[in-house]
């Protein structure tokens, strides 16, 4: 993952949701933080790797429907 091309608050969540937990504030709260678990952990990068062939397929679609719309 491209750091650098994350927004600033981002933080560690990209590596938090890898490791299947994410910590946040309570309804916007900042003096009240949850922590939620989501496992296993690697569940995100499974994820997106299976569905990496069809976002391809579907990026590919929408921007060919973009190039016939400006043609």
């Given at each position: 993952?491209?750091?650098?091309?994350?927004?600033?608050?981002?933080?560690n969540?990209?590596?938090?949701?890898?490791?299947?937990?994410?910590?946040?504030?309570?309804?916007?709260n900042?003096?009240?933080?949850?922590?939620?678990?989501?496992?296993?952990?690697?569940?995100?990068?499974?994820?997106?790797?299976?569905?990496?062939?069809?976002?391809?397929?579907?990026?590919?679609?929408?921007?060919?429907?973009?190039?016939?719309?400006?043609?």
């Open positions: 993952m491209d750091k650098s091309r994350l927004e600033p608050k981002a933080g969540v990209p590596w938090q949701i890898e490791d299947g937990r994410l910590r946040h504030p309570v309804f916007g900042r003096r009240k933080w949850a922590t939620q678990w989501a496992r296993p952990a690697g569940w995100w990068s499974r994820t997106v790797r299976a569905g990496t062939p069809r976002m391809q397929r579907e990026i590919q679609r929408i921007v060919g429907d973009v190039r016939r719309d400006l043609e």
